[in-house]
Structures are given as C-alpha cells and as structure tokens.
C-alpha cells in the first residue's frame, strides 16, 4: 500500500481528522457518553484506590478502558512501553499489512467515527480506501495512536509492575517502577485486569534443543532484533505460520544471503479453519458452551492450524535465495569449530549462521515473575477438564479456566483470597471466553462484556453505599409553587348527597 496520497478531485478532497473529531464528539454528545462517574472513591493507606487498573496499553487495554469509561467507570493503563509504542506493531511485528479485512470495524465500540474506516478516509479520501487492499501494520499503530487520543484515555507509560498482590481484603497491591527514574511505587486497585497480549501468562516457547546453541546465535520471532546484522548470512527460520513468513521475509529484504524454512508438515495448511466458526451467535455465546464443546472447537483449530496469509508467503517465495524445506523436523543443534550451527534435521544436517525460532507462545508462568505470587494457584483447564483420548492438547490444558468475567478462579476452595479480583483479558483466555481479548475482529464485543461484567461487580460490592445514596438523594423535581390546594366543590357534595338520599327505601 502506498503512504503516497492519491489526486482527488474537489468532491472528494478529505474532510479532515479535525472534522470526524467533532463528528465523533457529537455523535458522544448525543448517546451522552462518557457516562458520570458513579463508582464510590475509596483510600487505602492514604492513597487514593483505583476502580480498575488494566496492565497493557495495546488495543485490548485501549478498547476495555474506553469501554469503561462509556459506563461511568474510572480505570488506569500502565504500561512499559514508551508512548505509541505499546503492543507488537511498531516493534516485533514484521508483516506489511494486517490479516484482518480492513471492512471489520475493531475497536470501535459501535461508533462509526471511530472506526480505522472513518479515521483513513478523513485523511486520504473514499477513492484511497477503496484502493486499500489490507490495512498497512504502521497505519494501524497510527490509528491506534489516535484512539487513545481522540478518547482522551489514562496511559501512563513507561511502567514496569513487577509485584500483583491480591488480598482478602477487597483490594490488589501493584508494585511498580517507573522506568525513567527508576521510582517505585505502589498502586491500589479493586480490580486488576491483565490486557498482556499473546504472550500474557508466559512468553515464547522454544523446543528444548535451542539451549545448545548459544543465545546470540538465535532469536524468537518476538525478540526485537536488528535484522541489518543479518546481512549476508545463512539464515534458518524455525516454523511455517505468519511470524516465520514474516521473520523470513524480513531477513532476505535486508540482504541475508539465503532463508531456510523447516516446517514439520509435509505442506502449509490451505484453509483457515477458525474463520469456519465466525457468526454472531459465536461471538455473543461463545463463553456459554459447555466445555467438552470449547476443548473440541480450539482443538480443532490447533490441530489444522492457520496458514500464513498469501501474500505474507509470496512475500518470501519471490525471493530466489528462499528455500521451503517440509517434513523438516529439528533434532538437536551444535556450533561446529569453523564457528557455523549446524542443525541436525531428519533429512540431514544444515548449515546456518543465525536461527529465528518463530515457535509462538506458551503460558509458563515461570516466565512472568511479576505474578509469581499467585501463579500456582489459579485454576488451570487440566485441574477441570480430561479431554478424550486423541484430544490431548498441552497448550489447551494449560490454559486458565476463567469465571464469567474473565477472572482467575482459585484450583482450591479458599487458596489465594482475592485471586478473582484479578482477570485475563489475553490471549490465554481463548479456550475459556474466545477470540474476544485480542482479535481485531471481536475486541469490541469482548472488551464491552468485560466492562459491563466489571460494573456489575463494582456495583455488588458497593450496594449498601449505593442504598444510603438513595436514601440520602435529595434532588427536588418539584419546588412546592408548581400548584395550589383547592377546595372541594360544594355542588359536588350536594349532588352526592341527593344520590344517597333516594337510594332509601
């Protein structure tokens, strides 16, 4: 996609972002939103308590806060990521364009002024959008960008929590750093919402012969690495969906001399099987189907797996020194004494200079210690669920199994009081309530629920503050003047008497 701006002619020269601004504080004005703040403030330790902080500033953090502040509810994003740079896009991310169709309407919450549609043809006009054939990565890091600003939502950058201390006493204790100054401090929540990405309870996974090749030798696809030191070198990719495209693609357009491609399937995958599940109903009901169900459906999915799109794969293959290698499996890796890895596959070994292991995510606690405190005791869906034999499924079992609003359920009665005051809006979430916590096309549904499940549970535990303001509400509708008292009519009286006496015998 070009970032040239095309010839319009004068009917259809763009508005402008300063005019789908007042569009969209309008069409606020009229559904007279944000709703008021309703939430009693509470103090803890002489410091203010927040409603509900949420961990992450990407889309899924953009979109809950937004969706609270819709309701009247106050929240704060902390995130450690500096300004405009939260979540993958602008950093780890390496495809050109977005998988999505660029008609879904993302984070938009319903509002069409606020849609990435609306936003791209303020700037560039109707006849540059229909031009568009996906929607270009760093276009999309813009609009969100934009979003956070045209809502005027609570990012603080920046911000390292390192501690999540849930207690029993109706709060959570983050401890964070400030990563500029290096201040620590201490944030009081009643909820705490984990909006943590793909990687949210773990991070990459690796196969275990990795920890025989030295770190500078390997990267993860997630790593932020330089990909102009890959120049002229032998480069090996571990992997078959989007991220190996990407990364592949990324290394040969900066000059490496050649990209191999292990993939273990004996082909890619032809057909996204998880489009194959999308309706209305799905979305909304999702989260209602019985377990046995879930498992089977997110099984499925795992098991066809999705293909890299098409153009992320022609991408690599127009590259002459790109090499598709299937049936691929890697059995171990060593440094040889010229200095070059040579992987052990079983079709042989392969000489390389750097691997990119583009193997996705896990959920590994171990590697989140900022929630080590109540990592072993969140329920997990192996503690509740034994699929049948054929279905097992490592990355499943190890899923959280979550409550109605997303929150972390105890795999004891009583283990880790306040655990359920602490809820994963991530990608982990998947098997429990569906796509809704990360995927373009559903995070304005998820992100809704989650808001209004939260304001339930706000306002439940707040009922007797709520029932003492109704009895204290004191607003007069009326003043007293608005009328006078009037005397009953006399002809009324007599006529009511005359009736009572001929109705005697």
């Not at 949420?54 to 609270?68: D, K, T």
């Not at 960008?145 to 609570?154: A, F, G, M, T």
């Not at 890619?268 to 489009?275: A, E």
């Not at 799905?282 to 189907?289: A, E, S, T």
């Amino acid at each position: 996609m070009s970032n040239t701006e095309p010839s319009l002619s004068p009917a259809t020269v763009p508005a402008g972002l300063a005019a789908l601004e007042a569009r969209l504080a309008q069409d606020l004005s009229w559904l007279a939103l944000p709703g008021k703040s309703w939430v009693p403030p509470r103090q803890h330790a002489g410091a203010a308590v927040q409603d509900v902080v949420i961990i992450g500033g990407g889309m899924a953090g953009l979109a809950l806060q937004a969706s609270l502040k819709f309701l009247g509810v106050k929240a704060l994003i902390l995130d450690r990521a500096a300004p405009g740079y939260e979540g993958p896009w602008a950093t780890t991310a390496r495809m050109e364009t977005l998988r999505s169709p660029k008609e879904l309407a993302g984070p938009a919450l319903g509002l069409p002024a606020l849609t990435y549609r609306a936003w791209y043809e303020a700037q560039h006009g109707l006849e540059a959008w229909q031009a568009v054939e996906k929607i270009g990565r760093l276009d999309w890091m813009a609009y969100l960008r934009w979003y956070r600003q045209v809502l005027d939502l609570d990012v603080r950058n920046h911000q390292r929590v390192t501690d999540v201390r849930p207690d029993a006493d109706g709060l959570v204790a983050l401890d964070v750093i400030d990563e500029r100054s290096g201040h620590g401090y201490v944030v009081w929540a009643r909820r705490v919402v984990l909006a943590t990405g793909h990687d949210g309870l773990g991070g990459p996974w690796l196969p275990a012969w990795a920890a025989q090749l030295p770190r500078a030798r390997w990267s993860h696809s997630s790593d932020l690495f330089d990909a102009q030191a890959l120049r002229g070198k032998r480069v090996v990719v571990i992997g078959g969906g989007a991220s190996a495209m990407d990364s592949a693609a990324t290394a040969l357009e900066a000059g490496a001399a050649r990209a191999d491609l292990l993939i273990r399937r004996p082909t890619l995958p032809r057909i996204n099987k998880s489009k194959g599940s999308g309706s209305p109903g799905m979305l909304h009901g999702y989260w209602l189907l019985p377990d046995d169900i879930k498992w089977r459906q997110r099984h499925y999915i795992n098991e066809q797996q999705i293909p890299p799109p098409r153009g992320s794969t022609q991408r690599v293959s127009r590259h002459p020194n790109a090499y598709f290698h299937f049936g691929a499996n890697v059995l171990g890796g060593q440094v040889r004494a010229d200095g070059a890895l040579q992987l052990e596959t079983v079709k042989g070994p392969l000489i390389a200079d750097h691997v990119i292991f583009c193997t996705g995510f896990r959920v590994d606690w171990e590697q989140r210690p900022e929630f080590a405190r109540f990592a072993s005791a969140v329920l997990r869906w192996a503690d509740r669920y034994t699929p049948p034999a054929g279905q097992e499924d490592e990355e499943l079992a190890a899923s959280p199994y979550l409550g109605r609003h997303y929150e972390f359920l105890p795999r004891a009665p009583g283990q880790c009081p306040g655990l359920e005051r602490i809820h994963a809006f991530c990608h982990p979430a998947a098997l429990s309530q569906g796509a809704g916590a990360g995927d373009i096309p559903q995070i304005s549904v998820g992100a809704q629920r989650l808001a209004q499940g939260l304001s339930a549970l706000l306002l439940a535990e707040d009922a007797e503050q709520h029932y003492e303001r109704l009895l204290a509400f004191a607003d007069a509708e009326l003043l007293g003047d608005e009328w006078q008292p009037s005397a009953w009519p006399e002809h009324e009286a007599d006529a009511a008497a005359d009736d009572q006496a001929g109705a005697r015998p």
